[in-house]
């Protein structure tokens, strides 16, 4: 399984980005994907997951109500759409994932793209 995320830039306070990542491989269908961001000094946070059909999400505290994520399997796509932007969601944000159970840990992903940075002014 490959995953390539993009989407990411620079944006001021309340304001709209989306991400996307691209999943591919052959077992892409039965993929549960996740979104976690690390942040200057700060390690590796879950920001949220979506099991293979898309109908199963979970999302950090922070982030709910803000932050959506979403797939087009069709597309071999996952979203994560990200609105009421704060300085504090700056970070490279990193797609990643797994065949099974959705889990917040970045620990059960074996799979993982490349980051994207996110930039959030105030």
């Known amino acids: 399984v490959q995953l390539q995320a993009s989407g990411g830039g620079s944006v001021q306070a309340g304001d709209s980005l989306g991400l996307s990542c691209a999943v591919s491989g052959n077992s892409r269908y039965r993929v549960v994907v996740a979104w976690f961001h690390r942040a200057p000094e700060k390690g590796r946070e879950f920001v949220a997951t979506?099991?293979?059909?898309?109908?199963?999400?979970d999302y950090a505290d922070t982030m709910k109500g803000r932050f959506t994520i979403s797939r087009d399997n069709a597309k071999n796509t996952v979203y994560l759409q990200m609105n009421s932007l704060k300085p504090e969601d700056t970070a490279v944000y990193y797609c990643?994932?797994?065949?099974?159970?959705?889990?917040?840990?970045?620990?059960?992903?074996?799979?993982w793209g490349q980051g994207t940075q996110v930039t959030v002014s105030s």
């Open positions: 979506i099991d293979w059909s898309g109908g199963v999400t």
């Open positions: 990643a994932g797994r065949i099974g159970t959705l889990y917040r840990y970045a620990r059960y992903y074996p799979y």
